[in-house]
């Protein structure tokens, strides 16, 4: 049983950085694509970036892109987000996922359908 844990959530000022930590445990997860989704108030759980299982291969979507970068230390078992030029937009819970099955492209884990394990979540919230 994956276990998935989020850190690192707060509140920020519009414009203001913060970096997101998701720590796994109970399987080596070095061979699993990871990522980072966000459901924001009153709206539908979406896609932020995923990673592949090696880390050099790298997926996000169109709204963050270029503000948020996605990276993992699989010595740690660990992935982490990096969000800068936050916008009250960004407001909402993060949360960490791993891939369903192993060695896969980061562009399949942009589907929920491919998620095998869910974190509890971690709120972001951005003032303006």
């Known amino acids: 049983q994956v276990h998935l844990e989020e850190s690192g959530g707060g509140l920020v000022q519009a414009g203001g950085s913060l970096r997101l930590s998701c720590a796994a445990s109970?399987?080596?997860?070095?061979?699993?694509?990871m990522g980072w989704f966000r459901r924001a108030p009153g709206r539908d759980r979406e896609l932020a970036a995923t990673i592949n299982w090696s880390g050099d291969s790298t997926y996000y979507a169109d709204s963050v892109k270029d503000r948020f970068t996605i990276s993992r230390d699989n010595a740690k078992n660990t992935v982490y987000l990096q969000m800068n030029s936050l916008k009250p937009e960004d407001t909402a819970v993060y949360y960490c996922?791993?891939?369903?099955?192993?060695?896969?492209?980061?562009?399949?884990?942009?589907?929920?359908?491919?998620?095998?394990?869910w974190g509890q979540g971690t709120q972001v919230t951005v003032s303006s």
């Open positions: 109970g399987r080596n997860m070095s061979i699993y694509s």
């Open positions: 996922a791993a891939d369903r099955f192993t060695f896969r492209a980061p562009q399949v884990l942009s589907a929920e359908v491919a998620v095998g394990s």
